[in-house]
């Protein structure tokens, strides 16, 4: 039993002098394309933003439902308006965000955060 250990220890340790030359050759590119921080974050807002102008309309239409089959009753109708009114809440802070970021990266001092934002 101890010679095999023994054979597979010397084993690992002449695979792992081997791991650096075969791991240099590899190249891993960054898929996202960012340089920095801000630049992430942005990516990250629009991402957000293009997924609530899909996501928002649907929510308003499930309220719509909870409206017409309510049939008089006042907590649906709550549930509906609460439903439209958390919808659209959410996204004017999606719509705000590059807004609230050039906010919080003039009140951080931030030099050239968003070169991505300029249109």
Wanted: aromatic share 16%; glycine share 6%.
């Amino acid at each position: 039993m101890e010679s095999y250990f023994s054979k597979i220890l010397i084993l690992f340790l002449l695979v792992s002098f081997l791991i650096p030359y075969t791991v240099e050759g590899i190249k891993i590119e960054n898929p996202l394309k960012v340089k920095n921080f801000w630049e992430l974050l942005g990516k990250i807002i629009d991402f957000l933003f293009y997924i609530s102008l899909a996501i928002v309309p649907m929510v308003i239409i499930i309220a719509g439902y909870y409206f017409i089959t309510a049939a008089g009753e006042p907590e649906k109708i709550n549930t509906a308006k609460k439903i439209i009114l958390w919808a659209l809440i959410g996204f004017l802070v999606i719509m705000c965000a590059k807004g609230l970021i050039n906010l919080l990266a003039e009140i951080f001092e931030v030099e050239e955060p968003f070169s991505f934002l300029k249109y």
